[in-house]
Nanobody
Framework: QVQLVESGGGLEQPGGSLRLSCTAS????????MGWYRQAPGKQREMVAA???????NYADSVKGRFTISRDNAKNTVYLQMNSLKPEDTAVYYC???????????????WGQGTQVTVSS
């Protein structure tokens, strides 16, 4: 199967920066897309940013201009550079990947275990 391992969360002050990383491993024929979602206490999980295999990106309005998603296809890794952090960015951030495990399969969703991002002074 497929495993997603995240790193890079932590505590940062408002206005600061953090960089999240997520690496996919296992049975991978094609990484159709990779992205980041987040879930704050008492709220639904929401899409933060996503990037396709051809580097087409999509961002939530709340992070446009502050967050940048990128990927290294050779390393099966996606990054989320988060700048100008705000307290409302506090959440558990989950890595998501849509993966084709074989040439004859369609894409399936896989999730990381989540990494906590806390923005507070």
């Amino acid at each position: 199967q497929v495993q997603l391992v995240e790193s890079g969360g932590g505590l940062e002050q408002p206005g600061g920066s953090l960089r999240l990383s997520c690496t996919a491993s296992g049975t991978i024929f094609s990484l159709v897309s990779m992205g980041w979602y987040r879930q704050a206490p008492g709220k639904q999980r929401e899409m933060v940013a996503a990037i396709t295999s051809s580097a087409i990106t999509n961002y939530a309005d709340s992070v446009k201009g502050r967050f940048t998603i990128s990927r290294d296809n050779a390393k099966n890794t996606v990054y989320l550079q988060m700048n100008s952090l705000k307290p409302e960015d506090t959440a558990v951030y989950y890595c998501n990947a849509v993966v084709r495990t074989h040439w004859y399969t369609s894409g399936s969703d896989y999730w990381g275990q989540g990494t906590q991002v806390t923005v507070s002074s």
